[in-house]
DNA sequence: TTTGACTTCTAAAACGTTTTAGAATATAGT
DNA sequence: ACTATATTCTAAAACGTTTTAGAAGTCAAA
């Protein structure tokens, strides 16, 4: 049986509410009975019931992270897992719970009304943002504390931490057209995401800069997987006129883009050349070894915490908008074409 | 401000206790009365409060799942991130929460002891579990439940899902001797989890099994990063009489294995044989593919969420143990020995 | 018309904490 | 010696829920 406040109280002869204030160090209490106390506390093992604390106080300490149902493999993602460590070292370190849940997509916005009527979290982190966000409307409506990994289209007016994925991007396009690219092809997760969106549009921006003329078939959309990468890259390789570069827009698209060009007998970094973006660890690994755009995951994770954090504590309205440059470090999947 | 059951007694002219109850569906509410007060609890948006009712009920519904300080990193681990996943997508769906913290190694117990004492969740999830496990000393001793993924070295008399390790390893040493290697090495994990632990009985146990004599420098211990893998096969491929086939005891420290293979300028899967365990997705997209040991890591997240809550609910002290074999993909990393 | 049995509700207590308002005691100032 | 002021404590209320015990009312049977 858990010990409590009673407990104590019966123990040293005085009544609840001083040994709450003993323990909380409050000045109102004697030095000799606050010693006291405290000693007793500890000696009988106290630590205060959650609930009740928190039903006093009403406020949750805890965070909310809502997975988007169809996002539940997300997981196996290493950049999504990064992440999420951050969030976790930051959260725990500031004595919160980190509340994570799923939710299917018919439903999602219900379970976000329940954890803000419930009062079970005090605020929200978003992932994966769309351009036009259902969460982030509904939350800036209910003027609840969120911070989005992630921006939307425009109306940007939130606190939120996000990466400069178009102007990364256009450091990819610039690499290989110094390389001498000028036909380069392109792999994306779906454009509904902003992520995914920013990313093409540096695509787009590259070209322009250059002066190289896009064709439609060029840009090719997917999902997130390897295996999508590994087909849309054989899509592009099968063209009449096959780009000499492929930027792919995340690690694991290229990994599977590089299978691709492998199976058709290409050799990368020389036939052809290929880019990701991320630098999760495997990008060191493949072979050959991919070039592509760090990002530091999990510190990515600790800011956005901090973020919500602060704007939790301290109820404070300011804005804190972060964007993070992603830095281009090449390896061996781009070189001169042939 | 959220709605209380004060509000709906107030609105609907009845008791708090009349709502509490109408809103249960206890049957010593009439049906009027009920069906008003539900109409009007939705009309209002009510929602319990969570802390009030955790209180009341003296139950967290919460799970826990404390991870390691010195496995922050593990997230960017794909087989964590689905058994994570996993785990998430059955808690959720039982409408119970789960609460990821992060601690120190020093202060890991201490940790444990709050969660209970502060009664915070009603059982604990044990990952990554040790030969010799302080976690599930300090559970068991206080009668608190838990599953844990993985077992002990022995005095298993406890709740757990594990793979069969050694078994699968056994396989993968079948599958090389077959292919006619007589020269394995093998990289493993730190020995004190006892996953690696069994997987490297399984490599015992298959030399022997096959009448294989085995020497030390043949077996290197390292941690469970692609890097380490890297490092680790370049030690057994520079030895005097290096092994014609290498044993991984995951696909991450395979992939590693592979890249130093190559840059030895041996052809992996002809001049080298090279296994890993786990089947991430990777596995199947390196270059060349793995052979490796297929586990369901999503489902053993599940098993594991579903067991804890099961114990949870029921109460009951029947044990549960789940042991899964892996099962072996042959892929292009193994072949006939030169 | 009284008893007993139901049906439907409510008052009170409980979960464990913190806050507020004020009581009791001690200390100092005149 | 009496008032004013600190100091140290406690009683009561509050957070929002559920449970327990029992009250009030209705109805049928005797």
């Known amino acids: 049986m858990a010990v409590t406040l009673k407990n104590i109280a019966d123990k040293v002869g005085k009544s609840v509410p001083t040994v709450s204030r003993a323990l909380a160090g409050f000045d109102d209490i004697s030095p000799k009975t606050r010693d006291y ?3 007793v506390a500890k000696e009988m093992g106290y630590v205060p019931n959650n609930f009740a604390r928190k039903l006093q106080s009403q406020k949750a300490d805890a965070v909310g992270l809502i997975l988007p149902g169809s996002e539940n493999l997300r997981f196996s993602d290493p950049f999504f897992g990064l992440l999420l460590s951050g969030i976790i070292e930051r959260t725990s370190a500031a004595g919160m719970d980190l509340s994570i849940s799923a939710a299917n997509d018919d439903e999602e916005l219900d379970v976000y009304m329940e954890h803000i009527k419930g009062q079970r979290v005090d605020g ?9 966000d259902k969460r982030i409307e509904l939350l800036r409506k209910h003027k609840f504390p969120f911070v989005s990994f992630g921006r939307m289209e425009d109306d940007n007016n ?15 396009v610039d690499h290989l057209v110094d390389l001498g690219h000028t036909k380069l092809g392109c792999i994306a997760e779906p454009l509904l995401y902003t992520k995914s969106f920013s990313r093409v549009q540096g695509f787009l921006n590259g070209l322009k800069k250059h002066g190289l003329k896009f064709a439609d078939e060029n840009l090719v959309v997917t999902n997130y ?5 590994r087909e849309a890259a054989l899509r592009l390789l099968d063209l009449p006129q096959p780009p000499t570069a ?44 991919l070039t592509t755009l760090h990002q530091p995951a999990h510190e990515m994770g600790t800011l956005v915490a901090e973020n919500l ?30």
């Open 225 to 229: 997987r390897q295996r999508s990468g």
């Open 309 to 338: 954090i602060q704007q939790i504590k301290n109820q404070s309205i300011e804005q804190s908008q972060i964007v993070l440059k992603p830095t281009l470090v090449v390896r061996n999947s781009t070189g001169t074409p042939v």
């Open 124 to 132: 929200f982190i978003i992932v994966r943002t769309h351009r036009k």
């Open 158 to 172: 939130f606190n939120f931490v996000d990466e400069d994925g178009n102007w990364g991007i256009e450091q990819v």
């Open 246 to 289: 492929i930027v792919a827009l995340n690690d694991l698209l290229a990994i599977g883009a590089i299978q691709a060009a492998q199976e058709r007998g290409l050799k990368v970094g020389r036939d052809v050349s290929i880019t990701g973006f991320d630098d999760i660890v495997l990008a060191e690994m493949s072979n050959p070894s």
């Open 37 to 39: 106390v405290q000693a």
